[in-house]
């Protein structure tokens, strides 16, 4: 069965960073494009960044140029490298496995991880 | 960027009712949609696809509708399992954008 298991969060201080990854099972990794979707506590969800199999990336504007998504296919593992965290990155970041193909552009996410909390705080 | 605009933010039902929640796109997204359910402490699990289409495995209570800039869904019967917070969320243009959640609560 699919799975997707996110590791790395915790608590930083401003200005710090951290490195997310998402390890998958169950589906063939390298043929899925995958995003990063996060959730502040007590909010709604808020699509952070995507990549494609063959590694076109997206960002949201308010992590571009301080996040970097990427992808190892040979470890199944997608990460998110967060730089220069503010508060406001304060949140559940999930990893989602996305539907989207080069045939059908429409990205709706069929699973997800269990997320993984970051806490951006001095 | 394409903003999505949910109505209800949140309803109040019983088991058994029919819930209907809305949302809308600030531009045409042709059917371009998908539905989420969020129980608490949960990650996302999806329902509907591409406005209408049911997800394997879901129940047949709920459907969806709609095509352009208004879309809907339906819960036809509400359960006690179904008692969580509701996203839709358009599929189709970057960034993607999702709508601030509707909570159907016990009445």
């Known amino acids: 069965q699919v799975q997707l298991v996110e590791s790395g969060g915790g608590l930083v201080k401003p200005g710090g960073s951290l490195r997310l990854s998402c390890e998958a099972s169950?589906?063939?990794?390298?043929?899925?494009?995958m995003s990063w979707i996060r959730q502040a506590p007590g909010k709604g969800l808020e699509w952070v960044s995507y990549?494609?199999?063959?590694?076109?990336?997206y960002y949201a504007d308010s992590v571009r140029g301080r996040f970097t998504i990427s992808r190892d296919n040979a470890k199944n593992t997608l990460y998110l490298q967060l730089n220069s965290l503010r508060a406001e990155d304060t949140a559940v970041y999930y990893c989602?496995?996305?539907?989207?193909?080069?045939?059908?552009?429409?990205?709706?996410?069929?699973?997800w991880g269990q997320g993984t909390l970051v806490t951006v705080s001095s | 960027d394409i903003q999505m605009t949910q109505s209800p933010s949140s309803v109040s039902a019983s088991v058994g009712d029919r819930v209907t929640i809305s949302c809308r796109a600030s531009q045409g997204i042709s059917s371009w949609l998908a539905w989420y359910q969020q129980i608490p402490g949960k990650a996302p699990k999806l329902l509907i696809f591409?406005?209408?289409s049911l997800e394997s495995g879901v129940p047949s209570r709920f459907s969806g509708s709609g095509s352009g800039t208004e879309f809907t869904l339906t819960i036809s019967s509400l359960q006690p399992e179904d008692f969580a917070t509701y996203y839709c969320q358009q599929t189709s243009s970057f960034p993607l954008t999702f709508g601030g959640g509707t909570k159907v609560e016990i009445k």
């Open positions: 591409a406005a209408s």
């Open positions: 169950g589906f063939t990794f390298s043929d899925f494009y």
């Open positions: 989602a496995r996305d539907r989207r193909t080069q045939w059908l552009p429409t990205s709706d996410f069929d699973h």
């Open positions: 990549i494609s199999s063959v590694n076109t990336i």
